[in-house]
């Protein structure tokens, strides 16, 4: 079994570029590292939702108006919760509930994050092979004008309105990566590593705070590929463009690709935006990045490919 | 406040009898003492499933036709589990697990079990006094032809299937009673105590298996009173009637008031069935026991309370 392509993937963007991914490449060829950086325990519930909608998006199972979550849900659950006066601030639908209590029991009697996921997808149908960023707990947390905010107080309670000023991920320099994940990145049947349109700060950045992942893609001879998440100066979904106003940088795809500058070989801007300046050792690609159908998914994945041919390591 | 009257309830049946006493009593007359035997941690998850029947009741929450677990009920979960291969052999409904997670989250706080009923009981609206017969675990399991099992495995996976040998209520001789319990069992105003038309195996002897509380009933000055689980030969729910025989047992109202001889001072039987021959110490008197609507609830609990000024300790 060759896993020729690794993807770092978080939520919703990264959900729907690795299905494009997988929908074009055989799925034996792709491997996801996922952000567990959002994970928390919530009524004693783990959840982990970056891996969910990667995995809900690979299953066909994604609710395709929310974003988030899965397809037809209902939300008795969180109306009986309510009446119990329960914590109602995070949403969790009937269905995806079945996710977070089968993780969390199979957490609980012994089973690491990446054998739970491992064996969640097999259940599910899904070849593509996923994988935690780690087995360890990392906490995004930011830092804001309310105060230091663990992530889903900041993303869901309070709704992405505290001002960013930093941003750090506890635990993450300690954290043992996946060793599945540094296999992968070692193969030398690797032929590219795609940084999918995922927010950079709150997605991609806590998977590049271990410090072995982040020397296992120096190391790496295979291209590495990043996609815009920001067209026309706003994100697709999600805070991205008002954390990069709060942190003092441009709204703009070539800010990101200046952020991954030293990592990346290459970067994919939105074909509706301007091309970009130079970003030293970055080679800039236009494709059509905003994924609305399937068909744009596959059609981006391929795009994301072809770059690969183009974009080797110091070609 | 006072508290003059106890009731000791399993699950359906008990819970019935319960709301009927709750619908003639001032709401603070009434204390209800709960058996936990049955209470199992699943899918990580801890279930008290006859609380949870009492509380429902009470709340007017309860589904009238399937008998547990909550009205309106929906069961997206379920079928969500099915999809993940988990364990679905026990029905969670999406309402009634809100219950489920919100007890656990509370308990693994640090909550007690006593604590966390009362809780749920006041946001609920709920007057009477709900106390689990214990916060200690105490589990009924069952000798069967299949060997031991497990309350839950012997009634629900194996749906009452294996004949009954013998009982037993691990942790019971060793569990500290609800010192609310044994104080409304000891309280001087104290006018009657009800033994609910519960299972008497199952959901009466495990709480009468608890030294403390056996004690307390022996010593206390009120007139006991127990209520026939069982109506022209069979029981009105669940596997009273079944086991009545695997254990050598006439099946009738009678022969449930001789396994409480000792304890109680009357035994209610059904007006349909024949009256009950003599049992040392007991004195028998007929009303209508089965509850198919509130009135019927109401009438009952008013015969019980009729009962008891006829029915006083030494009269």
Known sequence: MTRRIVALSGGVGGAKLVDGLARVLPPDDLTVI????????????????DIDSVVYALAGLSDPVRGWGRRDETWRFMEALRGLKGADWFLLGDSDLAMHVERTQRLGSGSSLTEVTESIARVLGIRVR???????PIAT??????????????????????????????????????PQALEALADSELRLVVICPSN???????????????????????????VTPIIGGQAVKGPAAKIMQELGLEISGEAVARRYAGLIDAFIYDRSD?????????????AQTRMDGTQDREELAKAVLAVAEQGKKGA
């Open 141 to 178: 947390q930011l830092q804001t004008d309310e105060g230091w905010l663990n992530f889903q107080d900041y993303f869901v309670r309070r709704r992405c309105l505290p001002a960013i000023r930093d941003i750090r991920f506890a635990g993450a320099a300690t954290a043992r990566a996946s």
């Open 274 to 286: 301007p091309a970009p300046g130079a970003v030293d050792g970055v080679r800039f690609f236009e």
């Open 130 to 136: 996923l994988l935690p960023m780690s087995d360890d």
């Open 200 to 226: 950079p700060f709150l997605s991609v950045e806590p998977i590049l705070a271990i410090p072995s992942i982040r020397a296992a893609l120096m190391d790496c001879a295979a291209p590495i590929v990043a």
């Open 34 to 49: 996922i952000n567990t950086g959002d994970d928390f325990r919530h009524l004693g519930l783990w959840i982990s939702p």
